[in-house]
């Protein structure tokens, strides 16, 4: 987008004093910018500032990135609002960056890139629309182009040593009417030298903290962790050693620094771990090593050290060959080896007595501390003057689980300072660090004529094997869960929902609550030719697992029926003679005696809209007839309600089944809906004083509603309104699943 390009001439142009001014003070302020910060960034972001307005109406500072990209770090103008304007031409002006590595931008047009290329500042005097338009690339970058109003600018790389690392953009407007002369494109140039002299700077600089932090890192780490570190050569000498590993062998740092090992250990140590660093140095790693050492300074007391040796490989001095190094990390732990020797010292005397008793028993004085403590210091292991010196519980608390002991104190100091019983379950700490389960109860003994509060006797007993029952029971019925609500996912899958031609549907399910068990209700719709599609809804009694297995196995069954029979009644008859079949099948593991299976089928025609109807145990279905006529609102469409005269007794009650069901037809009309849903709709209870049922009036009353409103098209919102009055009249909470299914013609 140019008219012309100027390189720098031969000899300085001329400008007037005023203008030469003017140029001077800006690359005396800008010199101070570079040369006060190391942070590039903020570095250049303050050049750019003090560009505008008084030099550029808009600044922008581009940084080459990877495969000679560049990348925009920052954009500065007169007017802030413009800012994104600038950025989004640059988006659409700026090289694909598609195969960067293939296609280098080394052919870029005019602008940024073309000024990396010839290394020096380029001056655009006047933009022409003309020129302007040929160079866009859309409507969006004309319009663009037109709205930021560029007059002419400056692009100056920023150049160190020869490369380019960079470029400064400044660009006058018509919100100023000036226009860029040979003159500031000299001023250009030497700023963007300037700021690429600081940039480079300022790398270097972060080159070397980079470099020189890990090292100093490492220094810290070494003098102040609290294990000691030594390096040693392959001559077995102390080339670098922590002050913690000096304070192991008794002696300073610098004492230890080109001595040998051999030398600065007593000759038993040594022995000991001579074969360990030949071992080493042979190239083998060795963790975990347990040996002892006397210490010169710390009286002849021997230590225990716990230590792991690593194979190092280091260059040596003036490089090129690598040579064997030993790195040692040791920690001191004398005096945990000292308290295990005493632990396992007095575990051994009470051990084949703890292990067998499983009742505590304590008396305490009227606050709280113990007077008969033998039991309870047998048990918890923990010393005499820890147990009797508290009061108000606090010796009890002390042994209970950290994830209780908040809880228990709080139950003590109540029991205590009001003088009731307290009967409580903790896990209680055994001498072995082992936590049990406890009953604890403790009973104030009162004067019987003051009734002042004279002792406290207290007893607690292993519950440990009930508590482990009680997990195990219910990780199982957790794991029942889970297995049991992966299987009603299963049966609740549904076809897509134009999954049928000249059909539509679509189906909702609403457990009753988030503790429920998993129930038995389900949905299905599937076709039984090439015309007629069967919906079902469907409740097996019974929860969990078992109700979940039953359920699958039923869905899966009608299936074949409806298939093989055809009309929806038949198919139903058949499947209670399979249910009541199952009953007499050893280890079938069928319907126990009392349960039973409610279904709703509706068979539906695509072609002439001819519906059959069966119903064992289940809520009719309801047809929502269209009866908008002219003059008619939008809102009357759906005004009248028909309740299917199906009827039935629930699966696997009765054996002659047929001889009490009903069965119906009918015909859905174009925008005529069908409605199927479990009993859980009309069984919503409101618990207040009439503790009234939603009832088959509630149901009709919201499918009404529901289906005029402004979302009257959508069955999917027809169904969630059905539901949410339901919820709505029971107080937010349904006491049972609901499943609900409409279907309905496909319109022309």
């Known amino acids: 987008m140019e008219t012309d390009h100027r390189k ?63 990348n925009r770090l920052t954009v500065v103008h007169a007017r802030p609002e413009k800012e994104s304007l600038v950025y989004r031409l640059w988006q659409l002006s700026a090289p694909s960056r598609a195969n960067d590595a293939a296609n280098p931008p080394e052919t870029a047009g005019d602008g940024p890139y073309k000024a990396l290329r010839l290394g020096e500042a380029l001056l655009i005097e006047a933009v022409s629309d003309e020129a302007a338009r040929r160079r866009t690339v859309s409507e969006e970058h004309w319009r663009i182009f037109k709205a930021l109003d560029l ?77 000691g570190f030594v390096l040693l050569d392959p001559l077995l000498r102390y080339v670098r050693i922590n002050p913690m590993f000096a304070a192991m062998n008794g002696r300073s740092v610098e004492a230890h620094l080109g001595r040998s090992v051999e030398e600065m250990v007593e000759p038993e140590h040594w022995r000991e771990i001579e074969p360990i660093l030949r071992r080493v140095l042979a190239g083998e790693t060795v963790l975990d090593q347990e040996t002892t050492s006397m210490a010169h300074e710390i009286g002849g007391e021997r230590q225990c050290l716990l230590r792991s040796f690593y194979p190092v490989r280091l260059l040596a001095e003036g490089g090129g060959v690598e040579l064997p190094h030993i790195g040692i990390i040791s920690i001191n732990i004398t005096e945990r080896k000292q308290a295990e020797t005493r632990r396992r010292a007095g575990n051994a005397r009470y051990r084949s007595l703890i292990s067998a008793t499983t009742q505590l028993i304590w008396t305490t004085t009227a606050d709280g501390q113990l007077t008969d403590w033998h039991d309870w210091r047998m048990y918890t292991g923990l010393p005499v003057p820890e147990i009797t010196g508290d009061r108000e519980g606090r010796w009890l608390v002390q042994a209970v689980h950290p994830e209780e002991r908040a809880a228990a104190s709080a139950v003590c100091e109540r029991s205590f300072a009001a003088g009731k019983i307290f009967d409580s379950e903790w896990r209680l ?46 990780a199982m019925l957790a794991r029942e869960t889970r297995i049991a609500r992966t299987l009603q996912r299963a049966m609740l899958l549904r076809p897509p929902l134009d999954a049928f031609a000249g059909l539509r549907f679509d189906t909702l399910y609403q457990p009753a609550w988030d503790e429920a068990l998993v129930g038995g209700d389900f949905y299905d719709a599937f076709p039984i030719d090439q015309d007629r599609v069967a919906f079902v809804v469907g409740d097996v009694s019974g929860k969990g697992l078992e109700a979940a297995a039953h359920t699958a196995e039923i869905k899966y069954t009608l299936r074949t029926f409806l298939r093989e029979e055809m009309e929806p009644d038949r198919a139903l008859a058949r499947l209670n003679t399979f249910l009541r079949d199952m009953e007499k099948w050893p280890g079938a593991g069928g319907m126990e005696s009392g349960n039973f299976v ?61 001889s009490e069901r009903t069965t119906a037809q009918a015909i859905l009309r174009k925008e005529d809906l069908l409605l199927l849903c479990t009993d859980g709709l009309s069984e919503a209870r409101r618990y207040d004083a009439k503790m009234d049922f939603f009832g088959q009036e509630g149901v009709i009353s919201a499918v009404l509603a529901a289906t005029q409103s402004r979302e009257k098209e959508n069955l999917k919102h027809i169904g969630e309104e059905i539901i949410r009055s339901a919820k709505s009249f029971a107080g937010g909470r349904l006491q049972d699943d609901v499943c609900v299914l409409l279907a309905c013609l496909a319109p022309l």
């Open 8 to 70: 720098l001439p031969p000899e300085t142009p001329r400008i007037g004093n005023a203008d030469a001014t003017r140029h001077l003070a800006l690359l005396a302020e800008a010199s101070l910018f570079l040369a006060e910060s190391l942070d590039y960034g903020a570095t250049l972001q303050n050049v750019a500032q003090l560009a505008v307005p008084g030099f550029a109406d808009y600044c922008a500072v581009d940084i080459v990135g990877s495969h000679g990209h560049l």
């Open 429 to 474: 700490r055994r001498f072995d660090g082992e936590y049990l389960h406890f009953a604890l109860r403790s009973v104030p003994v009162r004067d019987e004529i003051t009734g002042r509060i004279l002792e406290w006797i207290g007893a607690g007993t292993n519950i440990t094997e009930r508590k482990e029952a009680e997990a195990a029971r219910d």
């Open 598 to 658: 409610a279904l709703s089928v509706a068979v539906l025609s695509a072609e002439t809209g001819e519906a059959l109807f069966a119903v064992a145990g289940m809520e009719p279905p309801l047809l929502i007839r269209r009866t908008q006529s002219e003059g008619e609102s939008a809102m009357e469409r759906y005004a009248r309600i028909e309740t299917v005269p199906a009827a039935g007794l629930p699966l696997g009650v009765i054996s002659d089944w047929e």
């Open 151 to 227: 007059r002419s600018y400056i692009v100056a790389p920023m150049m160190v040593r020869g490369v380019a690392i960079g470029t400064l953009s400044f660009v006058t407007t018509g919100d100023s009417e000036r226009r860029f002369a040979e003159a500031d494109r000299v001023l250009a140039q030497e700023l963007a030298l300037r700021a690429g002299a600081a940039v480079d700077n300022a790398r270097r600089f972060q080159d070397e903290q980079r470099r020189a932090e890990p090292a100093a890192l490492l220094e810290l780490v070494l003098a102040t962790m609290p294990a």
